[in-house]
């Protein structure tokens, strides 16, 4: 009997086990909640003082510093005295900008090309204009720097161009860049095409400036065949202007708004079939 007892026993407490295991979720779940709660609690109570010491760092750090007159970029931006006041410090001691600076330097080395051209009765072949991309010197080619079709300068040439160095040797800011132009006409002989032409003629140049002590370092030969013409390649007159070496300056800041600009012009497509004979003479420069 008493076996029978403790056997009843142990049943009845093995299934009041069973029937409990809930409560071990049940007590995670309080647990888990009240950690939760303690945590809402302390996010709801705010440091007054703490948080208004963020507040005043996070409005001195992005707001910053107003200048007299201005307001901040939140009341609506700066004002006409604020930009006036960061324009006047990028000027020099003078109050001139660095575009204004060298808008003057180009124009005194353009009246100096101009008043050698007057001097030597060349203005109808040396010309120079300030442009938007700088100060550009122009020279034609045709019964002065070169022959039909040739890349060797003219003895009559070369003291045109060696006066120009001359110009250019005393100022040492910009780069001096030497372009090649030529017309339409298809050529034959020495070069293939008008970009060899033009490439030649420029580097002939090139030659000249560095014997007038122009430094080498400043300067770039380049060559544009037929693609920047200054006027119509449909006439004899018009062919003539676009045979040209030009000389440029480029600029090193921002162009002003009345800078002369040469008009554009249309390239047609050189004419095809054979080439009209433009040979060049093959002596030594």
Known sequence: ??????????????????????????????????????????????????????????????????????????D??????????????????DGRTAAQVEAEDLQRLKERVDAYARERGLADKLSARIERRGLVITILTDELLFDSGSAVLRPEGRPLVRAVGGILRAERKHQVVVEGHTDTVPISGRYPSNWELSTARAASIVRVLIDADVGPRRLLATGRAYYDPVASNATERGRMRNRRVQIVLPRQSASPISAEAEPPFAVPAPALGPAVPQTAPEEPE
């Not at 076996?3 to 049940?26: F, P």
């Not at 609506?76 to 001691?93: E, F, N, P, Y």
């Open 1 to 74: 009997m008493a076996r029978h007892g403790k056997r009843r026993r142990g049943g009845q407490d093995a299934e009041h086990d069973e029937n409990e295991r809930w409560l071990v979720s049940y007590a995670d779940m309080v647990t888990l909640l009240m950690a939760l709660f303690i945590v809402l609690f302390a996010i709801a109570n705010v440091n007054t003082s703490k948080f208004e010491e963020l507040k005043q760092s996070l409005t001195s750090a992005f707001d910053g510093p107003v200048k007299e007159g201005g307001g901040s970029v939140l």
């Open 76 to 93: 609506g931006g700066a004002s006409d005295g604020a930009v006036q006041g960061t324009i006047l410090d990028q000027r020099g001691g």
